[in-house]
Nanobody, 124 residues
């Protein structure tokens, strides 16, 4: 069982930055592919970014490419999402997800474990 706890959300003005963190339990963090998703009110949960277990491979949604960066520190069992040049349309609850497998995954249904989410609000 893997437990995920997100932090770092908040209120920021458009153009600002936030760094989300996702701390995980378990002793096999480096064996888990990780992803970030978001869900805005009235919308489906959507893929944001993903990273392989080693951190050597990453993938981004087109809407965040060039603005967001996913990274991980396997020694700290933590994955990060650095968000720059934030826009009001980035407002959502952001979720961290894990899958106990190699590779990169972008589908919501490909992840086994989810955090509780952290709210990000970008004001115009």
């Amino acid at each position: 069982q893997v437990q995920l706890v997100e932090s770092g959300g908040g209120l920021v003005q458009a153009g600002g930055s936030l760094r989300l963190s996702c701390a995980t339990s378990g002793r096999t963090f480096s064996n888990h592919a990780m992803g970030w998703f978001r869900q805005a009110p009235g919308k489906e949960r959507e893929f944001v970014a993903a990273i392989s277990g080693s951190g050597g491979s990453t993938y981004y949604a087109d809407s965040v490419k060039g603005r967001f960066t996913i990274s991980r520190d396997n020694a700290k069992n933590t994955v990060y999402l650095q968000m720059n040049s934030l826009k009001p349309e980035d407002t959502a609850v952001y979720y961290c997800a894990a899958r106990g497998a190699a590779g990169i995954y972008i589908g919501v249904d490909r992840y086994n474990y989810w955090g509780q989410g952290t709210q990000v609000t970008v004001s115009s």
